[in-house]
């Protein structure tokens, strides 16, 4: 069966500090993976997409960066966290637009 | 304006009563999908629509292509459905860029 894995759950990190959240698939070959986040009191907001490795799309500018250096792990780093980085941030993975959406546990980031 | 609007933004009802939650877009779609998001964060997909009606369990979701609406309905409702609810569409078209979402409907069922 299909599983997504998220860590950490929970994060507190100074302003200033390196960032690196982990998601890894199973179950699956070439999924579509997403990153997205919630900041407080806000909708979910997509950051980066990849159809494939080394492929990634960008949908905000922002202090974040992604990458897909397996098939099944998606990677989001920041060199240095800003307050307005906190929030929670999920992972996802899909085989397509017509296809349905499974989701990780989430990671709730705050910054200090 | 956003492109997925839902409403109420909360709602607080008795156990036992009939709950609708409603979602407009005035986008063009490939599917419409409602999720589930508990108190920790996690999020469980519940219905991925593109036309008529789906049901599962307590849950019912129903989609108007013509109209651009969508309708989350919980019968007979339980405290334990209390949760966000998430309205999120997939544009029409090719591609693989994700979700758009609603900001959410949150549910407090009252025992």
């Known amino acids: 069966s299909q599983t997504i894995h998220q860590w950490p759950a929970t994060l507190v990190q100074p302003v200033g500090s390196p960032l690196s959240l982990e998601c890894t698939v199973e179950?699956?070959?070439?999924?579509?993976l997403y990153w997205y986040r919630q900041a407080a009191g806000r909708g979910l907001q997509l950051l980066f997409y990849?159809?494939?490795?080394?492929?990634i799309s960008s949908e905000v500018p922002q202090n974040l960066s992604a990458s897909r250096p397996q098939d099944r792990q998606f990677i989001l780093s920041s060199k240095k966290l800003l307050l307005s980085d906190s929030g929670f941030y999920l992972c996802?993975?899909?085989?397509?637009?017509?296809?349905?959406?499974?989701f990780g546990s989430g990671t709730r980031l705050t910054v200090v | 304006k956003n492109e997925v609007e839902q409403s109420p933004q909360n709602l607080t009802a008795q156990e036992g009563e009939f709950i609708t939650i409603n979602c407009s877009y005035s986008v063009g779609i490939s599917a419409l999908h409602w999720l589930q998001q508990h108190p920790g964060g996690g999020i469980v997909s519940l219905f991925m629509l593109s036309s008529g009606k789906k049901k599962h369990g307590r849950l019912i979701a129903t989609i108007n292509i013509q109209e651009k609406h969508s309708s989350l309905h919980i019968t007979a409702s339980h405290p334990r459905d209390s949760a966000v609810y998430i309205c999120a569409v997939s544009l029409s078209g090719g591609g693989a860029d994700g979700l758009t979402f609603g900001k959410g409907t949150h549910l407090i069922i009252q025992p």
């Open positions: 996802a993975w899909s085989v397509g637009r017509r296809y349905g959406y499974t």
């Open positions: 990849s159809v494939g490795i080394g492929q």
């Open positions: 179950g699956t070959s070439n999924p579509n």
